[in-house]
């Protein structure tokens, strides 16, 4: 009786509000993503173990705070993901439902590989269990726990490829939305599939990442400000059945 009291109201939404909602989660989404990266630039320094030791102790809350915001940012694509599969369930239910798996676990990649981010100050910060590592050796273990780290979300970025991908093409099967914005979406999603092998990707930057950026970016603003088509969304929802 309580779940459906709960969901209730989310069947009463209309496709517009769906819409709207699920374009301002993927557009906070966007944004609170930004400020991980300039923190992780700014802190995180190639090949050099030392200087980065040094950085993440002088700036811990700093790098924290990135942690925080890169969850956050996590938990806003989960809501995007959610209310765009309502939105585009009618194009075809099956592959939205796919699309929507494939963003979830890239979301769980993500998340999980947030825990990465505390190993490094139980490492530097004079454990006494520790002791019998030099600091050199603890730095670079640090290090390498970072490199992992990145090696995680490139993973994660690789099934967010797949879900861009999906939104994509049901964007252009779609009766309720511009094929324009379907287009975008498929070069992003392209664009994020090249961190399958991370050194391929890390070498395109940030070509590969442009697409990412205007796909994704489009698709919220549309979402925001034009919603769906009303009609030609209830019409292809009933032709759906």
């Known amino acids: 009786m309580m779940t459906a009291i709960a969901t209730e109201p989310g069947r009463q939404a209309s496709p517009a ?15 609170t993503s930004l400020f991980p990266l300039i923190v992780s630039s700014r802190l995180v320094i190639p090949r050099d173990a030392a200087t980065t030791a040094a950085n993440l102790l002088a700036n811990e809350g700093l790098f924290r705070l990135g942690t925080a915001a890169l969850l956050l940012s996590t938990a ?48 530097l910060k004079g454990t006494p269990y520790l002791a019998a590592f030099t600091t050199e050796q603890l730095q670079g273990v640090s290090y390498a726990i970072l490199a992992l780290r ?8 690789f099934f967010f490829g797949l879900h861009c991908l999906g939104v994509g093409y049901l964007v252009l099967r779609s009766t309720f939305m511009p094929p324009v914005i379907g287009a975008l979406m498929l070069f992003a999603g392209l664009g994020w599939l090249t961190f399958l ?17 205007i796909g994704e970016l489009s698709l919220s603003l549309w979402l925001i400000i034009k919603g769906v088509r009303a009609e030609s969304w209830h019409a292809q929802a009933l032709a759906a059945g």
């Open 150 to 157: 990145v090696q995680a979300n490139d993973t994660g970025l």
């Open 17 to 31: 509000r769906k819409a709207r909602i699920g374009g301002v989660c993927w557009l906070l989404c966007f944004l």
């Open 197 to 213: 092998f991370p050194p391929v990707a890390h070498g395109l930057a940030p070509f590969n990442l442009l697409p990412g950026g």
């Open 76 to 123: 806003f694509y989960v809501g995007a993901t959610l209310f765009v599969y309502e939105v585009l369930k009618p194009a075809n239910r099956s592959i939205s439902l796919l699309a929507a798996f494939f963003s979830l676990v890239g979301c769980a990649v993500g998340a999980l590989s947030c825990i990465f981010d505390l190993a490094p100050f139980i490492l």
